[in-house]
């Protein structure tokens, strides 16, 4: 990796501070666990690491009748270990009980979960985030590209949004509280992603003197959550598709859905169609399995990842039967 | 008078017992040290400039920015302008450096202009490959397989493959050398040849063969793809020398590892079967293809242990091969036949099911076209039917074995195999010292087969000694040499050496002895730590004041097993193994329920470490079967996979319930000891593909068996496709 300056703060305002108003010049150190590959692999080349790990307010669960904070530095252990966000938020702790490592596990932190960055291989191997040969002729297309995007692949960005968490915190409602220079502000989790349009943009909302502070969910009291990962190996692998919903219902009935798939688009996809498939009915396996389909409904395929639709249809299914028990 | 021939079952003390592996502690330690973690007193360290395309003339190299870096020692170039590289990931220049991220910054501050040329980096799509990366390399025909054919009362048509999968060796390659003086060189690499690279390196460092020191202790990992020096190692000798002699250490990364160090040929093939009402098998079509890389590859025996005379008696096999701009193919672990257990088997359990037969009742009935070792398999498959409880859980195809939902079905597989496995050239040094110790000094290596521990247990077997009163030193190329450990060789060339060697020795001690206990040293055996004349065993004195006899000059005797002996080892085995999976039909996911092994290796000499080594297999064949698969990406002509991350391997929790069972006693034991390592890793491919076949009602034509292919095959069912034509 290229030689950089390491700045370790303890507060939020310093931290910003020391944040560039560049994409690139700084880069923010929490678990580390996919910045470090990234800048040995020559993919970030940052001048500046700054290290928030010292920085206190960002650590912490709480939970209270109005919600679950999570602080962005909340390992993924921390949250497998905690029993109330097993009973109240299992969208979320069942999430991250996909990432089988316990090294990751131990090290990774829950804002980190929504700032790493694509896992695409052309991108992993310097081709940039659109994955661009030298001429500028895109790789995906015509490539391999069985773990690439089976939703929102129109535009140049072709890769899945990698985060764990994002699909469940986009079923809850949950927001993401972010600082800058100027203070902070909450972005609603559907938000927090973009497909970027450029190699210079970055896959989510931030500006880049911003950091990820808090991860705020509403109230799961009276919701039923789920989230379904596919995934070929026991051991440490990434989802072939993810689905997670949020439910309620009146008595058997749905009374409201909020369906989103994970690991098929550059950013995770909400399904209101899925969730409108859902609303008004009993849950059972045909209305779950109707859910899925239009889930799917929109999905497009690149040459060699249709079998994703697939999976994303039964991921939806299964979320929804999960979340009902 | 010691023999040298296995002892009788009801004298073995340690052969055939399960004995922990002596260095097992060592390893779990982190005691034992590998090439990796070695590091010599003021050790530099190279980096490998490598190329970033599949097919590139190098029309100039600029090494001035990096050779003017502070801190780098030496920029050398491997391959000069004018130079073609063939295939991503070739070596081109090696900078060193005080420490390994100047030595990268050097690395990366060349510049190479490449004029790039067009690639081929895939083999699956025979018709996408340019005539001119094509060759005929086999037409073979055995009787009237036309004749047979149109006889044929069933034939079934299929087409089987597997993918290109890398050794990925946990420690990557590599190796550190320093000239200790002018003349002199010591290397310490990762090896499976200890008594043979030193000497290609002194070759490549015009030295005498003598003048190179080599060194190892552990090695993790070789699976074939460590029996040379390489490039790496001989440039490695080259640029300590431009280094004044210092110590420089270059081990692979690991996407180099994965790109270059190392990979197993692609088979693909149509085939074509055909079988008499009652199942008897009578002819064979395969039309075949796949790649070693820019080489292309030989031709394979399809089919698969049944191309013999007594095989099946009308074949016709004709086989493509393909140049690719990928690295070179190494030996893997059993070179071609898990691939061709694949094919093989492959079509002989779609026949089974087209005769709507069970596919052992189907091999026992053609058993003995599987000559010589019909009777081998005929017990293995009783005993594989036993562990399996076969008749309890089989179902014919698509059926769903019992647990079977209504998504998620269960099925059973089977397939057999075989290998040669010979003992290797092999000498060794046993040394009986007068205070009593016993050392052996070999130039062999341990690849985790348990070399060390089998040396052991015949040392200690042979002179009536507990395992720890021997001392066993392997890993120099100073030591007597042996040979390579490949080809499952190992065991029975040092077993055979190690025992001669102890037995001559023990017969001068006898000779030393025997006039103080007033016999003929034919008269005494060694049990017990005890010398004692066999015929009245109270006469006798302790091992101790049996060696002070010797006075102040050691017993040391040069034990040997040529290539090819049969006194004391043999080659041939056989085995069989069932596979019960579970396959997710909604996603395609195919998971491990059990999977059994039966293994014939002749003398079990351990039997702990001989089941370990068919467990280990069992796990990589699990991981080549579900998992493992080198991608190559036709746009830039590179590995996408070069990582641990999308280079698919089992973890624990993927592996399923294991158990193995080694065939001993008649029939096995007077072979003598017969390689082991790479029998047990050909039928995985091929008991998994048919456990998932028989689970869904169809074939997925190839390995890896991914979720992507078990969906596709599982839609081509719905729509009543067939797999293949020929």
Not at chain 1, 73 to 102: C, H, M
Not at chain 2, 117 to 135: F, G, I, M, Q, S
Not at chain 2, 513 to 527: D, I
Not at chain 2, 658 to 665: A, C, E, N, S
């Amino acid at each position: 990796m290229q030689k950089f300056e390491y700045a370790s703060p303890t507060t939020i305002q310093q931290a910003v501070a020391l944040l560039g108003n560049q994409w690139g010049e700084a880069e923010v150190l929490a678990g580390g666990t996919d910045l470090l590959a990234l800048m040995k692999d020559y993919v970030v080349s940052p001048k500046r690491l700054v290290n928030i790990k010292d920085i206190k307010e960002l650590k912490g669960i709480t939970m209270t009748a109005s919600g679950l904070r999570l602080g962005a530095l909340v390992t993924f252990e921390e949250i497998l270990d905690n029993a109330q966000i097993k009973r109240n938020y299992p969208a979320i702790w069942q999430a991250v009980s996909g990432v089988t490592s316990p090294q990751i596990r131990n090290m990774g932190t829950a804002g980190g979960d929504l700032c790493q960055r694509p896992r695409c291989w052309y991108y992993r191997a310097g081709y940039g985030l659109l994955a661009k040969d030298e001429k500028g002729n895109a790789l995906v297309p015509n490539g391999d590209n069985r773990y690439h995007a089976i939703f929102g692949n129109e535009g140049d960005a072709k890769f899945v949004n990698p985060s764990s968490l994002a699909p469940a915190l986009i079923s809850l409602m949950a927001k993401i509280k972010v600082a800058g220079p100027k203070g902070s502000r909450e972005i609603a989790a559907d938000k927090f992603f973009v497909a970027p349009k450029s190699d210079t943009e970055r896959e989510y909302a931030l500006a880049p003197n911003e950091i990820v502070t808090d991860i705020l969910i509403p109230s799961a009291s009276g919701v039923k959550s789920a989230t379904y990962e596919v995934r070929q190996r026991e051991v440490l692998d990434w989802p072939l598709a993810t689905a997670s919903v949020a439910l309620k219902l009146d008595g058997k009935t749905v009374k409201s859905a909020k369906i989103t798939l994970g690991h098929v688009s550059p950013v995770p996809v909400d399904s209101e169609a899925a969730a409108q498939a859902l609303v008004g009915k009993t849950i059972n396996e045909e209305t779950a399995e109707a859910a899925g389909a239009a889930a799917v409904a929109n999905a497009k395929a690149l040459s060699r990842n249709g079998y994703k639709i697939q999976l994303a249809k039964v991921a939806v299914k299964r979320a929804i039967l999960q979340a009902a028990g | 008078m010691a023999e040298y021939k296995w002892p009788e079952a009801e004298k073995r003390k340690y052969i055939g017992k399960r004995i922990s592996r002596v260095d097992g502690p060592l390893k779990v330690s982190g005691k034992a040290k590998y090439a990796y973690d070695i590091n010599r007193p003021g050790m530099l360290h190279g980096k490998i400039l490598h190329s970033p395309y599949a097919n590139a003339k190098i029309v100039s190299i600029d090494t001035s920015a990096a050779e003017k870096m502070p801190g780098v020692r030496v920029v050398k170039l491997v391959q000069g302008p004018g130079t073609t590289v063939q295939w991503a990931g070739d070596e081109i220049a090696i900078a060193v450096a005080a420490d390994e991220q100047t030595a990268t910054d050097a690395i990366r501050a060349i510049k190479v202009e490449y004029e790039r040329l067009p690639h081929v980096v895939n083999d699956e799509k025979l018709e996408a490959v340019p005539a001119a990366n094509k060759r005929t390399t086999q037409e073979f025909v055995q009787g009237e397989p036309d004749k047979a054919f149109a006889e044929a009362d069933v034939t079934v048509e299929g087409y089987y493959g597997n993918a290109i999968i890398t050794h990925c060796c946990l420690e990557s390659h590599g190796q550190v050398v320093e000239w200790t003086d002018a003349n002199n060189v010591l290397i310490h690499p990762s090896t499976q040849a200890v008594s043979s690279i030193s000497n290609d390196l002194a070759k490549a460092l015009e030295i005498p063969a003598g003048n190179v020191e080599l060194k190892m202790d552990f090695i993790g990992g070789g699976f074939g793809s460590k029996f040379q020096i390489d490039r790496w190692g001989t440039e490695c000798g080259k640029v300590s020398k431009m280094a004044e002699g210092k110590p420089i250490k270059i081990m692979l990364e690991r996407d180099a590892e994965l790109t270059i160090a190392g990979s197993r040929p692609s088979i693909y093939a149509k085939v074509k079967v055909g079988a008499k009402k009652d199942g008897t098998l009578v002819a064979w079509q395969s039309e075949g293809w796949g790649t070693g890389g820019v080489a292309g590859m030989g031709a394979p025996p399809l089919p698969y242990m049944l191309r013999t005379a007594s095989g099946i008696p009308n074949i016709k096999a004709n086989f493509s091969s393909v140049s690719t701009n990928t690295a070179p193919s190494r030996a893997w672990r059993a070179p071609i036949h898990p691939q061709v257990a694949v094919i093989t088997m492959g079509a002989l359990e779609d026949l089974a099911a087209a005769l709507k037969m069970d596919p052992i009742e189907f091999l026992k009935k053609n058993i003995n076209l599987f000559a010589p070792r019909a009777e081998i398999y005929s017990q293995e498959l009783d005993k594989a039917m036993e562990l399996s409880n076969w008749k309890a859980n089989w179902r014919p195809r698509g059926a769903g074995a019992p647990g079977s939902t209504k998504t998620v079905k269960r099925g059973l597989g089977v397939s057999m195999h075989t290998w040669g496995g010979g003992g290797h050239a092999s000498n060794c040094d046993v040394t009986i010292h007068p205070d009593g110790s016993v050392d052996l000094k070999s130039g062999t290596q341990d690849l985790g087969v348990g070399t060390i521990t089998v040396l052991n247990i015949v040392v200690a077997e042979t002179m009536g000694l507990p395992m720890e009163a021997v001392k066993i030193f392997i890993g120099s190329n100073r030591y007597p040499a042996s040979g390579s450990s490949g080809g499952s060789t190992t065991i029975g060339g040092i077993s055979g050496s190690s025992r001669r060697g102890a037995v001559d020795a023990l017969n001068q001690l006898f000779a030393k002895v025997a006039p103080t206990l007033g016999v003929k040293p034919e008269e005494l055996e060694a049990v017990d730590g005890k010398i004692r004349v066999i015929a009245s065993p109270s006469k006798s004195m302790t091992w101790k004041e049996a060696c002070a006899k010797l006075g102040s000059q050691p017993i040391t005797v040069r034990g040997v097993n040529r290539a090819g002996d049969r006194e004391l080892s043999s080659s041939g085995v056989g085995g069989v193994q069932i596979a019960d999976v579970s396959v997710d039909t909604e996603t395609g996911i195919v998971k491990m329920n059990n999977f059994y092994a039966v293994q014939d290796c002749g003398l079990v000499m351990d039997l702990k470490t001989a089941e370990s080594q068919v467990f280990g297999a069992m796990i990589m064949g699990v991981t080549y079967s579900l998992y493992e698969e080198r991608i190559m990406d036709n746009n830039t002509g590179r590995v996408l996979n070069p990582n641990m991350e999308f280079y698919k391997l089992a973890g624990a929790m993927d592996i399923g319930n294991m158990k193995v069972h080694m065939m001993t006693g008649k029939g096995y034991d007077e072979r003598g000891p017969v390689g082991l390592g790479e029998p047990p890793t050909n039928s995985p491919g091929a008991a998994i593909s048919n456990a998932v076949a028989n689970a869904i009602g169809v074939r997925v034509p190839t390995v890896p068996l991914t979720p992507d292919k078990v969906l596709a095959a599982l839609a081509g069912k719905k729509g009543g496709q067939s797999n293949a034509k020929i």
